[in-house]
């Protein structure tokens, strides 16, 4: 166990559709950071929140939100999906934002849309 | 981001030291080095980080070129539990995120 918590574990859910991936960093934790892992893509960057704020923002689609709340845990929102948005998708918790930090990984939710 | 570059894949047998090289020319001198490995079906994990001395902790080792653009994660004795991919990251102190390539594949043999 590695300290971070991720829910579901497996989503399985039609074209279309609206998901919410659910993440609970280690205790401490004050940065979180979603990351998609496609077959073909490799672990994609989406998005960093801080102690509640947005910190940094990467291949994010307009489709995706997401947002850190009050006790940290932060929630990635899935919408309109599409067959492509099957993946792996990774939270990662870190103490701080800077360099010197290492991240912590959830074991990940997989979302299969059909 | 600085680029790093590494085999895409590397073989050991079990119980032997694995080396595994990273090269990264244009590291700046606030840039830390990280490595992650991720094993199948699992999410990434962290292995070891620097920023210019040579660092070990109970999973492996870190050798740190004196010119910094290059590294080697050394895996002291590796099992059959190591074969992973395994990512080399630069991150720079106030760079917020990690931005993974495609690593080293490590497969090791009974």
């Known amino acids: 166990d590695s300290g971070v918590t991720q829910t579901p574990k497996h989503l399985i859910t039609a074209t279309g559709q609206r998901v919410t991936l659910r993440c609970s960093p280690r205790s401490g934790d004050l940065s979180v950071y979603w990351y998609q892992q496609s077959l073909d893509q490799g672990l994609q960057f989406l998005i960093q929140?801080?102690?509640?704020?947005?910190?940094a923002k990467g291949n994010i689609l307009e489709r995706f939100s997401a947002q850190q709340f009050p006790d940290l845990h932060s929630e990635l929102n899935l919408s309109s999906l599409e067959l492509g948005d099957s993946a792996l998708y990774f939270c990662?918790?870190?103490?701080?934002?800077?360099?010197?930090?290492?991240?912590?990984f959830g074991s990940g939710t997989r979302l299969t849309v059909v | 981001d600085a680029k790093t570059t590494q085999p895409n894949s590397m073989e050991s047998n079990e119980e032997e030291p694995v080396h595994l090289p990273c090269n990264h020319s244009?590291?700046?001198?606030?840039?830390?080095i990280h490595w992650y490995r991720q094993l199948p079906s699992q999410g990434p994990e962290y292995v070891i980080h620097?920023?210019?001395s040579n660092v070990n902790n109970r999973m492996a080792s870190l050798a740190i070129a004196e010119d910094r653009k290059s590294s080697t994660l050394i895996l002291h004795r590796a099992t059959l539990r190591d074969a992973a991919v395994y990512y080399c990251i630069l991150r720079g102190y106030n760079t917020d995120k990690l931005i993974f390539g495609t690593g080293t594949r490590l497969q090791v043999f009974p």
């Open positions: 620097g920023l210019t």
């Open positions: 990662a918790s870190s103490v701080g934002d800077r360099g010197s930090y290492g991240y912590t």
């Open positions: 929140y801080y102690n509640g704020e947005e910190r």
């Open positions: 244009t590291i700046s001198g606030t840039d830390y």
